[in-house]
Structures are given as C-alpha cells and as structure tokens.
C-alpha cells in the first residue's frame, strides 16, 4: 500500500510541467544541449504588480543572465554584461545633458533603438531591500531579436548587457 503511495507522488511530480517564470536559485534547466543551473536571482518590481526576473546560471567555467518577465507570452532574453568606457562615458553625458539616455547609439556595428525606459526597484532573490533603478531596453534596428540593456542607479552608475531573445522552447527539463 505504502509503495503505490510513493508511486503516485512520483507520477504528480513528473507531471508537473515548470517553466520559466519557475525559476529560482538552485533550479536546473538544459539550453542548447547543456544543464544549466541557476546561481543567483534578482526580483524587479516595476509596479502594479509588474515583476521581472534575472538569473545568473552557470554551465562550468561558463555563464550568462536569463532575464525572465510575463506578459501576455513569457519573454525571455539571454544577456552578458559589457564593460566599454566609451560606450558608458556615452550614457553618462547624455544623461547629464537633458537626465535621458540616448534614443539611438551605435555599438559593434549595430544601432540600437530605445524601445522601453522602466523605473523601478531591484531586489536579491530572498531580500526585502530594494535598490531603486531606471531600465532602459535597446532593440537594434536590423535585427529585434538583438537587444541592449542598460540599468542605472545614479546620475553616473550604468551597467549595461547585451544579447538577444529567447524562444521558450529553447529552455527545456526545468526541476527545482
């Protein structure tokens, strides 16, 4: 009696299907092949009970932020941070000129065009301290799957990521 028990728990979790927007420390995921496994989350609080996701995972020596949000459709987007002075010290000036980011810039032989400005707030995964941020989302021009991202946090503070989308059924086997 006891073993069929066992059983069936096992059947109702295989059938639970998790996706995406499941994801949280320590949930696995395969991507092109690969298991991923996700190290660090971040909770963004866009307001009216908008929320968005970004996850560091790592595959070995390799790593790349999935940023997960839920709209009529799940988006997802594969980002790696950039690290370019120029491209920064860009930011910084417009900033300072008229307290905008740039509509358009050109990076890596692309032009990127300033599709969605966000405030909000950042938060760790378990935190309930938040940081307060203004988002800006690039898509570039020719291509709408190659995206731009940059995060401010102050009048100078930029980080910025670059990638592309990601269809949903490119991130497969999700467990927690």
């Not at 073993?3 to 420390?25: G, H, M, Y």
């Not at 459709?73 to 370019?84: D, S, Y």
């Not at 909000?120 to 021009?141: K, Q, R």
Request: with cysteine; glycine share 4%.
């Amino acid at each position: 009696m006891a073993f069929s028990l066992f059983r069936k728990r096992d059947s109702e979790k295989r059938n639970t299907v998790l996706s995406a927007l499941d994801l949280q420390p320590g949930s696995t995921f395969n991507y092109h092949s690969k298991s991923w496994k996700v190290a660090e989350s971040y909770r963004y609080d866009w307001g009216d009970d908008d929320f968005s996701f970004d996850h560091k995972v790592v595959c070995g020596e390799e790593s790349f932020a999935l940023s997960v949000e839920e709209y009529d459709w799940i988006r997802m987007v594969k980002t790696t941070p950039i690290v370019n002075e120029d491209l920064h010290r860009q930011f910084v000036e417009a900033y300072a000129a008229d307290s905008a980011s740039p509509k358009r810039f050109d990076h890596n032989g692309c032009t990127f065009e300033l599709v969605e400005t966000a405030p909000g707030y950042v938060s760790e995964w378990d935190s309930d301290e938040a940081e307060e941020l203004i988002n800006y989302d690039y898509e570039d021009i020719a291509n709408r799957s190659h995206v731009f991202s940059v995060e401010q946090y102050d009048e100078d503070e930029f980080e910025m990521f670059e990638g592309h989308k990601l269809e949903t059924i490119e991130i497969t086997r999700i467990s927690q």
